[in-house]
């Protein structure tokens, strides 16, 4: 089993619409990072986050600590939105854990 | 710009070659690490370097062999692979410090015939 788990694997909407990816980790962690990945394969942190919740443009990401749990969310998506969407977490030192990222397409 | 650049983008080699994969950093981070992503797989760590010493080696073959000369560069010598070995590979880094924010590179693509 996986220390991260993701949901869903695949997603597709409509643009406009709020979009919703779920991460949960079974490991103790001192940081989480949401990360994009486009197709030509680069990878972009998007968010690194302790507690709490963070906002950047039409992103927010939030975390819950003691339920091991947190969500991207995608406001007023657009298909440059389309990616794929990767939970990581950070156990301690060098140590990342990966989830095997949701896929997101935006439809105009 | 993200900071971490890779060499080649592209690599397409012959089992019997020898290449190398190149990562460059310049944003201060004494952390450098190789990824291996293969379709529908989680990143799967190979090697991670902390201050030019090597601290992981995730039960890679020896086939991959990494070479950091100091804490901006990072090589990864590939020798008689297998077709099994395509795949994405993706350089990164990070500080040192507990909740250092990881960055990547654009990632190799290799192909092996």
């Known amino acids: 089993k996986n220390e991260v788990e993701q949901s869903p694997q695949n997603l597709t909407a409509q643009e406009g619409e709020f979009i919703t990816i779920n991460c949960s980790y079974s490991v103790g962690i001192s940081a989480l990072h949401w990360l994009q990945q486009h197709p030509g394969g680069g990878i972009v942190s998007l968010f690194m986050?302790?507690?709490g919740k963070k906002k950047h443009g039409r992103l927010i990401a939030t975390i819950n600590i003691q339920e091991k749990h947190s969500s991207l969310h995608i406001t007023a998506s657009h298909p440059r939105d389309s990616a794929v969407y990767i939970c990581a977490v950070r156990e301690g030192g060098n140590q990342f854990y990966f989830g095997t990222g949701t896929s997101l397409t935006v439809i105009p | 710009e993200t900071g971490v650049t890779q060499t080649p983008r592209h690599l397409v080699m012959g089992m019997t070659n020898k290449k190398s994969l190149k990562c460059e950093q310049h944003?201060?981070?004494?952390?450098m690490y190789w990824y291996k992503q293969s379709a529908k797989k989680p990143l799967e760590l190979m090697f991670v370097y902390n201050f030019k010493e090597q601290t992981e080696n995730n039960s890679v073959p020896s086939r991959f062999s990494p070479e950091c000369p100091n804490s901006s560069h990072l090589f990864l010598h590939l020798h008689t692979l297998q077709p099994e070995d395509s795949a994405l590979y993706l350089c990164a880094s990070s500080s040192m410090v507990g909740s250092g924010e990881l960055f990547f590179g654009e990632g190799s693509r290799l192909t092996v015939l």
């Open positions: 944003l201060g981070h004494n952390a």
């Open positions: 986050l302790s507690s």
